[in-house]
């Protein structure tokens, strides 16, 4: 069955959350995507429907599957049960990119299925780098980690996000998933700069990007609290930091996430192709530029 | 690479070394008052979690305490619609939210979590005139179970005519994994199709004891039966063959009919194989 497959690797274009509304309508149309993206934790019954439909939709499209339950932030040792879980969806769908967060959501015995965020400090580094390993090893593969969006600030924190990012890259050599739309959210509510943030991000590990939509809120000082909700259209200032982040990591598969209020296939698919488009325009003023330089030299 | 190697454990035993024990013991306090609240809205905003004035927020704190609810709350909807549906959005709400603070999931595939949530039904003094929602509760999470079940390919419907006749009183089938029997003393199905909007297959007046849930192919399929077929399936599930089985429910059934029943369960497709008992 993997000999029909598609390769596995990820296009430098847009692709799309799969979402099971939406199952039909790819296997029927066969759309123009440039990927689908899984959570892992979706895929992990026996049998049934959404592996079926997931067989089919490999066939025609790489795939990126994505985990929303290690924990990789958290204090306690990586579940084990789930890590071979997620290792099983990891092994039957070949993706070509698997990531997860710098984020925690199991404490004790309890899931709580949020991406919780924690202090960036020595203890928590190593906590992080230790996991990472503990994943890289187990699945046989790299993983990318994904930037967090935050509501909150911690005090103790003696880390910049970018260097905590920069030293886990640096100890595991896993790569990073910068997620554009945390990046806008995080900025915004710590009171903080995102173009600062793209710009100091260690953008050569860069492998994939995210962009979401999010909510607008204040919290009760009277400051924007933007909410992380992936139930709407990408922002306009978040696509013009995907355009500033584009220009520093060259063009990436960008997912759009869309998780709930799931809109109809052709506006996702519409968000994908500003993604596209995005890509594009950056490549064409990156050759024009390039062209220019070499006028320049040529005529010198 | 199936297991990790061997030098992971070694790893994990170093893990934290550098680090003074006191920093970590501060570091998973840390973590256990972040959770602590959580759940919990009487519990603080814990100390050192701040918004821009360097002071607690409640209202950023919240959002996490806000989120954790709401999605797993959500999670219960989608797992348990028809109880949705028979209790209203309102009071779902609340039931669900007093069940996770009861039973939080402790693994994070969403589809497998509320196996308990028919018993907390069950026992929630508030609905104990609604007799029928533990069981509409037990109804979905079996339907989640086969819906989620392995694979395997049913039998041929004309499998038993490869069988010499005189043998067949020695069959022994093997269900689908992907297969649930439930019993009601409530109109299930009737219920089912009101608030799932999906049909149970066969209903009569006589075959609403019992509903049989299965998945021969993509499609999870619903199927009242009897309750001496139900009976008879019941013991060729458990492994029983033919001839036990019609043995056992004939005598407690006077008019129960063999070949009614087998066809009824041949065509819901639930077998995956059958042999002959040697």
């Keep these: ?300 | 690479m199936s297991q990790a190697p061997d030098n992971t454990k070694e790893k994990i035993a170093l893990k934290g070394f550098g680090v003074p024990l006191q920093d970590l013991q501060t570091n998973m306090q840390g973590f256990d008052m972040f959770s602590d609240g959580l759940m919990n809205p009487a519990v603080p905003v814990p100390d050192g979690v701040v918004g821009r004035d360097g002071n607690p927020s409640e209202k950023r704190y919240g959002v996490y305490r806000n989120n954790v609810m709401a999605s797993l709350i959500d999670a219960m909807a989608a797992n348990f619609p028809a109880v949705h549906e028979l209790v209203g959005r309102d009071y779902f709400r609340a039931l669900a939210a007093e069940f996770i603070r009861k039973s939080p999931p402790e693994q994070p595939v969403l589809s497998e979590f509320g196996g308990k949530f028919s018993e907390f039904i069950g026992a929630f003094p508030p609905l104990a005139d609604y007799p029928y929602l533990k069981d509409v509760a037990e109804m979905e999470w079996a339907w989640l179970r086969v819906y989620h079940g392995a694979d395997a390919t049913p039998l041929a419907p004309d499998a038993l005519t490869k069988i010499d006749p005189a043998k067949l009183g020695d069959a022994v089938f093997t269900p689908i994994p992907a297969h649930k029997l439930i019993y009601s003393r409530f109109p299930l199905s009737e219920i089912w199709k009101q608030n799932r909007s999906e049909n149970v297959e066969g209903v009569t007046p006589e075959a609403d004891q019992a509903i049989l849930i299965c998945r021969p192919d993509m499609d999870v399929t619903l199927t009242g039966l009897a309750q001496d077929v139900a009976a008879f399936a019941d013991l060729l599930f458990f492994g029983k063959t033919l001839g036990e089985a019609a043995d056992v429910v004939s005598s407690s059934f006077k008019l129960f009919d063999l070949s009614q029943a087998l066809g009824c369960l041949l065509s819901a497709r639930v077998f995956a194989s059958v042999h002959i008992k040697a």
């Design chain 1, 1 to 300: 069955m993997s000999a029909q497959r598609v390769n596995a690797k990820l296009p430098a274009r847009g692709g799309v959350g799969l979402k099971a509304d939406h199952y039909r309508t790819i296997l029927n149309e066969k759309p123009d995507m440039g990927f689908f993206e899984i959570h892992a934790e979706n895929y992990m019954g026996a049998g049934g429907p959404p592996h079926g439909y997931l067989e089919a939709i490999r066939r025609d499209y790489p795939l990126s599957v994505h985990g929303v339950g290690l924990s990789i932030g958290g204090a306690d040792p990586l579940n084990k049960d789930h890590l071979a879980r997620v290792k099983d969806v990891v092994d039957r769908y070949d993706p070509g990119l698997f990531s997860e967060h710098l984020a925690w959501s199991t404490h004790d015995t309890e899931y709580f299925n949020d991406l919780l965020p924690l202090p960036y400090t020595e203890v928590t580094l190593q906590q992080v780098v230790d996991h990472i390993d503990e994943v890289q090893t187990f699945l046989g593969r790299q993983m990318l980690l994904e930037n967090p969006s935050a509501y909150v600030i911690f005090k103790e924190s003696t880390y910049e996000e970018t260097d905590f990012l920069r030293e886990i890259v640096k100890r595991t050599g896993c790569g990073l998933l910068l997620d554009v739309n945390n990046v806008f959210v995080s900025a915004t509510n710590s009171g903080g700069s995102p173009e600062d943030y793209v710009d100091r991000f260690p953008v050569e590990h860069v492998q994939e990007i995210h962009l979401g939509g999010h909510a607008p809120e204040t919290d009760e000082l009277g400051y924007p609290l933007l909410i992380d909700a992936h139930d709407r259209k990408v922002a306009d200032p978040v696509w013009a930091l995907y355009a500033r982040t584009i220009d520093r990591t060259g063009p990436q598969p960008t997912l759009i996430e869309w998780d709930a209020n799931i809109p109809t296939w052709e506006i996702l698919a519409y968000e994908a192709e500003q993604a596209d488009v995005v890509i594009q325009s950056h490549i064409e003023a990156h050759a024009k530029a390039s062209e220019e330089r070499s006028d320049h030299v040529s005529g010198a």
